[in-house]
Protein backbone atom coordinates (compact mmCIF):
# COMPACT_ATOMS: atom_id res chain seq x y z
CA UNK A 1 0.00 0.00 0.00
CA UNK A 2 1.43 3.11 -0.99
CA UNK A 3 0.34 7.13 -2.13
CA UNK A 4 3.01 8.90 -4.20
CA UNK A 5 2.15 12.76 -3.80
CA UNK A 6 3.60 14.83 -6.61
CA UNK A 7 3.18 18.14 -8.80
CA UNK A 8 4.18 20.89 -6.34
CA UNK A 9 5.97 23.61 -7.48
CA UNK A 10 6.50 27.41 -7.80
CA UNK A 11 3.51 29.61 -8.53
CA UNK A 12 2.56 33.20 -8.74
CA UNK A 13 -0.56 34.67 -6.62
CA UNK A 14 -3.51 33.91 -8.43
CA UNK A 15 -2.10 31.05 -10.17
CA UNK A 16 -3.11 27.50 -10.46
CA UNK A 17 -1.92 24.28 -9.92
CA UNK A 18 -2.69 20.48 -9.79
CA UNK A 19 -1.50 18.25 -7.21
CA UNK A 20 -2.00 14.39 -7.86
CA UNK A 21 -1.66 11.43 -5.06
CA UNK A 22 -1.57 7.69 -7.02
CA UNK A 23 -2.48 4.97 -4.87
CA UNK A 24 -0.54 1.40 -5.64
CA UNK A 25 -1.69 -1.44 -3.77
CA UNK A 26 -5.15 -0.83 -3.49
CA UNK A 27 -8.17 0.29 -4.97
CA UNK A 28 -9.44 3.70 -4.18
CA UNK A 29 -12.74 2.69 -4.30
CA UNK A 30 -12.58 1.50 -0.43
CA UNK A 31 -10.78 4.36 1.37
CA UNK A 32 -11.14 8.24 1.13
CA UNK A 33 -8.23 10.05 0.35
CA UNK A 34 -7.21 13.50 1.89
CA UNK A 35 -5.19 15.85 1.90
CA UNK A 36 -3.06 18.07 4.16
CA UNK A 37 -0.72 20.32 4.48
CA UNK A 38 2.38 22.21 6.66
CA UNK A 39 3.90 25.54 6.37
CA UNK A 40 7.09 26.45 7.91
CA UNK A 41 6.32 26.25 11.97
CA UNK A 42 3.40 25.39 11.76
CA UNK A 43 1.16 22.36 12.26
CA UNK A 44 -0.42 20.40 9.56
CA UNK A 45 -3.94 21.35 8.73
CA UNK A 46 -6.50 19.19 6.95
CA UNK A 47 -7.37 20.95 3.19
CA UNK A 48 -10.04 18.34 1.77
CA UNK A 49 -10.99 14.65 1.66
CA UNK A 50 -12.70 12.92 -0.41
CA UNK A 51 -14.58 9.76 0.45
CA UNK A 52 -14.52 7.57 -2.20
CA UNK A 53 -17.45 4.82 -2.40
CA UNK A 54 -19.93 8.20 -2.63
CA UNK A 55 -18.00 10.70 -3.48
CA UNK A 56 -18.56 13.14 -0.35
CA UNK A 57 -15.82 15.77 -0.07
CA UNK A 58 -14.54 18.34 2.55
CA UNK A 59 -13.01 21.58 2.24
CA UNK A 60 -11.25 23.69 4.98
CA UNK A 61 -12.56 27.07 4.93
CA UNK A 62 -9.99 28.59 4.16
CA UNK A 63 -9.73 26.60 0.73
CA UNK A 64 -13.63 26.63 -0.29
CA UNK A 65 -14.12 27.85 -3.11
CA UNK A 66 -10.66 28.01 -4.22
CA UNK A 67 -9.73 24.22 -4.35
CA UNK A 68 -11.20 20.76 -5.50
CA UNK A 69 -10.72 17.33 -5.46
CA UNK A 70 -11.43 15.62 -8.28
CA UNK A 71 -10.63 11.94 -8.96
CA UNK A 72 -9.75 9.56 -11.50
CA UNK A 73 -10.83 5.91 -10.87
CA UNK A 74 -9.35 4.56 -14.02
CA UNK A 75 -5.81 5.66 -12.73
CA UNK A 76 -6.16 5.02 -9.28
CA UNK A 77 -5.41 8.96 -8.85
CA UNK A 78 -7.34 11.55 -6.41
CA UNK A 79 -6.17 15.34 -7.21
CA UNK A 80 -6.10 18.53 -5.58
CA UNK A 81 -6.83 21.17 -8.03
CA UNK A 82 -5.89 24.43 -6.81
CA UNK A 83 -7.09 27.71 -8.34
CA UNK A 84 -6.44 31.91 -6.93
CA UNK A 85 -3.63 30.93 -5.12
CA UNK A 86 -2.59 33.24 -2.26
CA UNK A 87 0.96 33.33 -0.81
CA UNK A 88 -0.66 31.68 2.82
CA UNK A 89 -1.15 28.64 0.41
CA UNK A 90 2.17 28.19 0.63
CA UNK A 91 3.25 24.43 2.46
CA UNK A 92 4.37 20.92 2.05
CA UNK A 93 1.48 19.02 0.38
CA UNK A 94 0.66 15.49 2.05
CA UNK A 95 -2.19 12.83 1.05
CA UNK A 96 -2.91 10.29 3.36
CA UNK A 97 -5.92 7.47 2.62
CA UNK A 98 -8.44 6.51 5.24
CA UNK A 99 -11.38 4.03 5.95
CA UNK A 100 -14.12 4.14 3.28
CA UNK A 101 -16.74 4.60 6.47
CA UNK A 102 -15.07 7.69 7.71
CA UNK A 103 -17.54 9.98 8.59
CA UNK A 104 -18.00 13.91 7.87
CA UNK A 105 -16.30 15.07 11.25
CA UNK A 106 -13.35 13.13 10.67
CA UNK A 107 -12.38 14.29 7.75
CA UNK A 108 -9.90 16.80 7.53
CA UNK A 109 -8.55 14.99 10.71
CA UNK A 110 -4.91 13.51 10.42
CA UNK A 111 -5.38 11.51 13.26
CA UNK A 112 -8.16 9.35 10.97
CA UNK A 113 -5.78 8.71 8.49
CA UNK A 114 -2.99 5.15 8.54
CA UNK A 115 -0.94 5.95 4.60
CA UNK A 116 0.54 8.76 3.85
CA UNK A 117 2.60 9.40 0.91
CA UNK A 118 5.83 11.70 0.84
CA UNK A 119 4.94 16.02 0.27
CA UNK A 120 5.00 17.79 -2.09
CA UNK A 121 6.23 21.85 -1.88
CA UNK A 122 4.21 24.26 -3.17
CA UNK A 123 5.47 27.89 -2.89
CA UNK A 124 2.92 31.10 -3.92
CA UNK A 125 5.24 33.83 -4.52
CA UNK A 126 3.40 37.35 -3.84
Known amino acids: VQLQAFGGGLVQTGGSLRLSCLAS????????IGWFRQAPGKEREGVSC????????KYAESVKGRFTIPRDRAKNTVYLQMNSLKPEDTAVYFC????????????????????WGQGTLVTVSS
Open 96 to 115: ATSRSGIISSEMLNSHYYNV
Open 25 to 32: GFTLGYTA
Open 50 to 57: IRNRDGST
